[in-house]
């Protein structure tokens, strides 16, 4: 079964703080890595994405931190507001899945005016 | 809003009823899924339909029937659920091909089997 390992389960800073949401696969078939965002009541939405051929990318206050080595990627939140709180997952395809993605557990972020 | 768009938001059924869920994309896309969201646990594959026909059929259990009558639309019909079967079903789209899109999300249908 191929696998996304996220953690933390649960997080909660104050406004302003850098939250930061691991996550590790197994299979090095991963060739695209994105997060999602999801509200109370809504679908997940993209946020972000990276490919294992860079080390970071940002967009806005988010940015994806990527070891390939170590087959591990971050999501970082500069400057967290409150509407940043919802769930955040990361997730996995390869070439050969088509869009087909393997999802993380899911954090759930809370950021505290 | 976001394309994909899913019907109804909320439903309630009892474990000997036959209900259908609706999925429609005006995205163009190619691709429909069927995932399963339950609390504290990954988003799971049910199905996947590529130009209307079942790709990928995740080891979900036969209650469970998916229909594509066309690249727009997508239907899970379900039938004899059990109260594990409670979740967020989530449907998705995306094109597949040379330039693989992005999975677009439905806001979900809330299933309560009671």
């Known amino acids: 079964q191929q696998q996304v390992k996220q953690s933390p389960q649960s997080l909660i800073v104050q406004k302003g703080g850098i939250p930061i949401i691991n996550c590790a696969y197994e299979?090095?078939?991963?060739?695209?890595f994105p997060w999602y965002q999801q509200f109370p009541g809504k679908g997940p939405a993209l946020l972000i994405a990276?490919?294992?051929?860079?080390s970071e990318k940002k967009e806005g206050r988010f940015t994806i931190s990527f070891n390939k080595s170590a087959k591990q990627f971050s999501l970082h939140i500069m400057d967290s507001q409150p509407g940043d709180s919802a769930t955040y997952f990361c997730?996995?395809?390869?070439?050969?899945?088509?869009?087909?993605?393997?999802f993380g557990e899911g954090t759930q972020l809370t950021v505290n005016p | 809003e976001t394309g994909v768009t899913q019907t109804p938001r909320h439903l309630v059924m009892g474990m000997t009823n036959k209900k259908s869920l609706k999925c429609e994309q005006h995205?163009?896309?190619?691709?429909m899924y069927w995932y399963k969201q339950s609390a504290k646990k990954p988003l799971e594959l049910m199905f996947v339909?590529?130009?209307?026909?079942?790709?990928e059929n995740n080891s979900v259990p036969s209650r469970f029937s998916p229909e594509c009558p066309n690249s727009s639309h997508l239907f899970l019909h379900l039938h004899t659920l059990q109260p594990e079967d409670s979740a967020l079903y989530l449907c998705?789209?995306?094109?597949?091909?040379?330039?693989?899109?992005?999975?677009?999300f439905g806001q979900g249908t809330r299933l309560t089997v009671v």
């Open positions: 998705a789209s995306s094109q597949q091909g040379a330039l693989n899109t992005e999975a677009f």
């Open positions: 339909y590529s130009l209307e026909e079942r790709v």
């Open positions: 997730a996995a395809r390869s070439g050969t899945s088509g869009s087909r993605l393997t």
């Open positions: 990276i490919r294992p051929d860079v």
């Open positions: 299979n090095t078939a991963f060739d695209y």
């Open positions: 995205l163009g896309h190619n691709a």
